[in-house]
């Protein structure tokens, strides 16, 4: 007979990668708000850096994914109803959905914008990020509107995300504090 060791907290690769997304979407967010306030000589190193960082994390979400599909994360608590784990579920699926749309609808857009030829986009400076060539390569007008939806896209999106990530902060606070909820060495993910 086989012994099965069941699965009680996330890996620390997961963990990791959790965090570490989780910290440069709130960077990402947080750069996002406040373009209107940064002064003209300044604005291109926040687009440039908020672009960069939107590409880093569309590649950790992707590694998120990718070690989430090879590694299993741990049973959700038996004291937890079916209505709380089908939305744990859906919010984890939106939530990935998210991470990777945030990212290419950004890229799309920026890869439409009509001064996309004249300005390279760096990756942190460091050398150029290509933008999508089937994008560049579209007619003036078909541009102009690709680049109006992914950029209403990228705007809604981003609100979706907000309430995900409020629902998602609340429920792991709920399990964690509430000692009916509580779910030990789950870890937050």
């Known amino acids: 007979m086989e012994n099965v060791v ?3 907290r996330y890996t620390t690769t997961a963990i990791v990668l959790h965090w570490i997304v989780a910290i ?7 750069l996002a708000w406040v373009f209107e306030y940064i002064p003209d000589a300044h ?5 440039d850096t908020h672009k ?16 989430r599909f090879t590694h299993k994360p741990p049973a959700y608590p038996i004291k937890q109803n079916v209505l709380e ?12 959905f998210l991470m990777l749309m945030l990212p290419i ?18 990756l942190f400076g460091l050398f150029e990020w290509p933008r999508i060539t089937y994008v560049m390569d579209l007619g003036a007008e078909a541009k102009k ?5 992914t950029g209403c896209m990228h705007t809604y999106f981003s609100y979706a995300l907000y309430a995900l990530v409020f629902l998602h902060v609340s429920a792991a606070l709920m399990h964690h504090f509430s000692p009916t909820k509580r779910v030990r060495g789950r870890g937050i993910i």
């Open 6 to 8: 069941k699965q009680t």
């Open 24 to 30: 440069g979407i709130i960077a990402n967010v947080i």
């Open 43 to 47: 604005i291109r190193l926040a687009i």
């Open 52 to 67: 960069s960082l939107g590409i880093t994390l569309l590649g950790f979400a992707l590694l998120r994914l990718l070690w």
């Open 85 to 96: 784990k089908f939305l744990a579920k859906a919010t984890h699926a939106m939530l990935y």
């Open 105 to 122: 609808s950004g890229w799309v857009h920026d890869s439409a914008w009509i001064a996309a030829p004249e300005i390279p986009m760096n």
């Open 145 to 149: 509107t690709v680049h109006t939806i």
